[in-house]
């Protein structure tokens, strides 16, 4: 694989911090490499290192002779008074792009809802968000960095996106890095992960899941201070192996590796104690909507027949489109909306809080500081069979004793989130709705967060485009659909098949303008894409892969075999060595053709 761009030592310096210390990476045609680490950590400086956009103090960053590098910043770098359609596509003509399925395709993607001739000035951040990646999607580039592209994007626009980068260019040719708090997406797109931190940049391979095992294996063999990350992890590979079946189909081999590191590991949530709590705590009776319904005026329908029943100690995911009604929903169940017909039955006992999107919650204490914030609440929290003191939570989601002092409005969006959840804990409410909670937390916040709530003894309401959170934190998922709320026994996996269903009827129905600004063209797909195989291909593909099992142990067990043979070769013997360690060059190069395969297979069965 051709070589693409190289760090050469390169270190940055802001002026409190020290960011990267003498930092040594490459990527190469086929690399699809994520990006995790803590906010602040620098990896949104990296990326903008790696394209160019900014200087190292020292090193230097070097690219192929004539790279088109494009990089998606989180700055909103749109000029103001164009028109979406210039904005885009420049002044290309409108057959020459319409014609072109690749940009027919972005456009379906991710703008399907925005109108070509609006200025960009009227739109929202998210829709000027969604039209600055189309704008990139549609470049001829050989690298592509992107800095949390799935921002604004709904549960559709992920998929979408997540499937487009690993179409994009065959395996082997272009590179991505992505920088993106959604773990899912991580698993999909990526095959190498960089961890950020301490200034330096730790490489991993495989996705999340994968970073997951060998960061655990790393943190076995750390010092006693480690241990309550390693157990966090721990919990957190437990639920990879546990979770959803998806995530399950990776080669025995491997597999046997994070069994063995979480076979004592509890289950992630005791759900019958956590229930017989909740249910002490708020009766049986929670909340009831009968036949429900809410629109802004009678030309406005949001929600009409909403029949939902949510009784104590429920964790329930709300799924939906951007617009279709959820953040409407939660406000009818907090009580911010009333219903416009039907009955919402509350229960005498709930007690509500409500993690929004915003943070305006905070602009009251915005002067004080952590501890005299702290210092006004109840002195005690039980997370499961532990009581935690409030200096003890502010621990478990990232605070150090030093911030302390620290007034609340110079906190990062990301501590300002931690502070607004660990506020929201103590006061004990018995019913807590989270409107896209993701928002701001990296990778690690994320999971201490998920930690606390495994703990929490009530009901829980969770509306996210983050698949990841919704499977990992929810035991049931729900759509709003066309105005009514419908459970989804198969979860996020059925509401994307009845998406995808509802995009086909929407396509072939008679006088469909397929045409206008090319954002509601339907996504060419490959003849035979949609056909199911039959049984006896399925027990056929199912052989093949469990034969194509054997063979990858037979080589590992070979390398391993290997491996032993040098450590115990004469190390004077240097021919022999050499025959030793391309032996093993040639077993790892067989081993790689045999996941391929395996992998390949594996699609198929999907």
Known sequence: MAHLLGAEGISLDFPTKRVLTDVRLGLSDGDRVGLVGRNGDGKSTLLRLLAHRIEPDSGKVVHRNGLQVGLLDQADTLPYGQSVRHAVVGDVPDHTWASDPAVRDVLHGLLRDVDFDAVVDDLSGGQR????????????????????????????????????????????????????????????????????????????????????????????????????????????????????PARTSKPKFRIAAANELIKTEPPVRDTVE??????????????????????????APVLSGVEWR????????????????????????????????????????????????????????????????????????????????????????????????????????????????????????????????????????????????????????????????????????????????????????????LSRARDRAAAAMPGTDRARSGATAERETPPGADRRLSGAEVRTLRKRAEAVERRMERVQDEIAARHVEMAAHDHADYTGLATLHDQVRDAESRLEELETEWLELAEQLE
């Open 129 to 244: 968000r969604r039209i600055a990646l189309a704008q990139l999607l549609i470049g001829e580039h050989d690298v592509l960095m992107l800095d949390e592209p799935t921002n604004h994007l709904d549960l559709e626009g992920v998929t979408w996106l997540a499937e487009h980068l690993r179409r994009r260019w065959a395996a082997t040719r272009g590179a991505v890095v992505v920088v993106t708090h959604d773990r899912w997406f991580l698993d999909e797109v990526c095959t190498t992960t960089w961890e950020v931190h301490d200034g330096m940049v730790e490489p991993f391979e495989g996705g999340y899941a994968a970073y997951v095992l060998q960061r655990v294996e790393r943190d076995r063999l750390a010092a006693a201070a480690e241990a309550r990350r390693q157990n966090l992890m721990r919990k957190e590979l437990a639920w990879l192996r546990r979770g959803a």
């Open 274 to 299: 956590l229930t017989r709590l909740a249910t002490s705590r708020l009766g049986k009776d929670v909340l009831d909507l009968e036949d429900v319904g809410f629109g802004y005026g009678p030309d």
């Open 310 to 497: 949510i009784g104590p100690g429920d964790r329930f995911g709300l799924l939906g489109a951007n617009g279709a009604g959820k953040s409407t929903l939660l406000k009818l169940i907090t009580g911010e909306l009333a219903p416009t017909s039907g009955r919402l039955k509350r229960g005498k006992t709930v007690r509500t809080a409500v993690l929004s999107q915003q943070l305006s919650e905070l602009d009251p204490i915005a002067e004080d500081r952590i501890s005299d914030v702290i210092g006004r609440r109840r002195t005690s929290y039980r997370a499961g069979d532990a009581e935690l003191t409030p200096g003890q939570l502010l621990e478990r989601l990232g605070f150090t004793s030093a911030q302390l002092a620290t007034p609340v409005k110079d906190l990062s969006g990301g501590q300002r989130r931690r502070l607004q959840l660990l506020l929201i804990l103590l006061d004990e409410p018995n019913v807590l709705v989270m409107d896209e909670p993701t928002n701001d937390l990296d990778t690690d916040m994320l999971a201490a967060m998920e930690d606390l709530l495994d703990t929490w003894p009530g009901t829980l309401l969770v509306a996210s485009h983050d698949r990841y959170l919704l499977e990992r934190v929810t035991d049931h998922q729900y759509a709003v659909v066309d105005g009514a709320v419908r459970h989804l026994p198969g979860g996020v996996e059925q509401y994307l098949e």
